[in-house]
């Protein structure tokens, strides 16, 4: 079956970076436009950005835009999550998910990983 794990998750001062990590299985990786969502205590699931499958194709929402970078592997089937500038918004848990569009809803991403905590410290 198919699994999305991330990984890289932490807590961090703004300012800071971490790069989050999303190792896919069980699917043919390179066929699908790979997203991060995320979701903070009491507001809804929100999309971060997402690659296509043929790298040139990236898209983020304006919140994070210059900041936040995307990108994939497709040998090793992984997808990254580079975040600088950390901000004590950006807390929230992080999800990667597979969609064979290249779309920002969530309702078109087919499947998702477990997701990873990150927290921005003031």
């Known amino acids: 079956q198919v699994q999305l794990v991330e990984s890289g998750g932490g807590l961090v001062q703004a300012g800071g970076s971490l790069r989050l990590s999303c190792a896919a299985s069980?699917?043919?990786?390179?066929?699908?436009?790979m997203g991060w969502f995320r979701q903070a205590p009491g507001k809804e699931r929100e999309f971060v950005g997402a690659?296509?499958?043929?790298?040139?194709?990236?898209w983020y929402a304006d919140s994070v835009k210059g900041r936040f970078t995307i990108s994939r592997d497709n040998a090793k089937n992984m997808v990254y999550l580079e975040m600088n500038s950390l901000k004590p918004e950006d807390t929230a848990v992080y999800y990667c998910?597979?969609?064979?569009?290249?779309?920002?809803?969530?309702?078109?991403?087919?499947?998702w990983g477990q997701g990873t905590q990150v927290t921005v410290s003031s």
């Open positions: 069980g699917l043919i990786f390179n066929r699908y436009a």
């Open positions: 998910a597979a969609s064979s569009q290249f779309s920002g809803t969530s309702a078109n991403y087919n499947y």
């Open positions: 690659i296509w499958w043929s790298f040139l194709n990236t």
